[in-house]
């Protein structure tokens, strides 16, 4: 069975600060992918990021980083400077290979205050 | 632009009503998914659907049918709304492979049962 855990149900952090969000996972699969969701006030889910198993290379885009590393199963994103228009619902998910489905995380909420 | 459109954001429906929430996705995909998301709970799948006239359970069927019947139309049935259905109700869809496993959401329903 696969387990999306983040542990941080909340984080409140001033503009500009660094923050980063925690997810662990649990599988059995040897490929799997991760991803990474960003639901604003709005209720949309937006797609951030995907990350193969095979993999391990960490990612940067503008603010946004995640760090990818198996040995943990952890897959953590890090905003750096964060701004206002970043608080959000963030959430981790996990698919395994071929038809299998996205499992959550419970999703950690960022406010980000001015 | 990837688009996958719901049918309403709002909707209040009274309990024992046969509810309908439509889905539409411009994608092509062959992979379409209902979620419902409560506070504390993060996403749920309700059912999913690998192909036309294909269907399968989720985690959370009871009290709940789809119906695609076209590759771009993923339709979610409440036979008989009950007010535990009062929820966000989330349609995605996806490609089928091993590249560009991610999901895309649409902006959601807000269902209230009354």
């Known amino acids: 069975a696969q387990k999306v855990t983040q542990a941080q149900t909340e984080i409140s952090v001033v503009e500009k600060e660094d923050v980063t969000l925690d997810c662990v996972y649990e599988?059995?699969?040897?490929?799997?992918?991760l991803f990474w969701y960003k639901q604003p006030p709005s209720g949309e889910l937006v797609f951030l990021i995907r990350?193969?198993?095979?993999?391990?290379q960490n990612e940067i885009s503008g603010r946004y980083s995640w760090n990818f590393q198996k040995s943990t199963s952890s897959f953590n994103f890090t905003i750096t400077a964060s701004q206002v228009v970043d608080s959000a619902v963030y959430f981790c998910?996990?698919?395994?290979?071929?038809?299998?489905?996205?499992?959550f995380g419970k999703g950690t909420m960022l406010l980000v205050s001015p | 632009d990837v688009k996958v459109t719901q049918s309403s954001r709002y909707l209040v429906k009274r309990t024992g009503e046969k509810v309908f929430l439509e889905c539409v996705q411009d994608?092509?995909?062959?992979?379409m998914f209902w979620y419902r998301q409560d506070p504390g709970l993060g996403l749920r799948l309700i059912y999913f659907?690998?192909?036309?006239?294909?269907?399968e359970k989720g985690d959370i069927p009871e009290g709940y049918s789809v119906s695609r019947e076209k590759k771009e139309r993923f339709s979610l049935i409440l036979e008989s709304a009950s007010t535990n259905q009062t929820s966000m109700y989330l349609c995605?869809?996806?490609?089928?492979?091993?590249?560009?496993?991610?999901?895309?959401f649409g902006q959601g329903t807000r269902l209230t049962v009354v």
């Open positions: 990350r193969n198993s095979f993999d391990e």
């Open positions: 998910a996990l698919k395994g290979p071929g038809y299998s489905t996205l499992t």
């Open positions: 995605a869809s996806s490609a089928t492979g091993t590249v560009n496993t991610e999901a895309f």
């Open positions: 659907s690998y192909d036309v006239k294909m269907k």
């Open positions: 994608m092509d995909h062959e992979n």
């Open positions: 599988t059995r699969d040897t490929t799997y992918y």
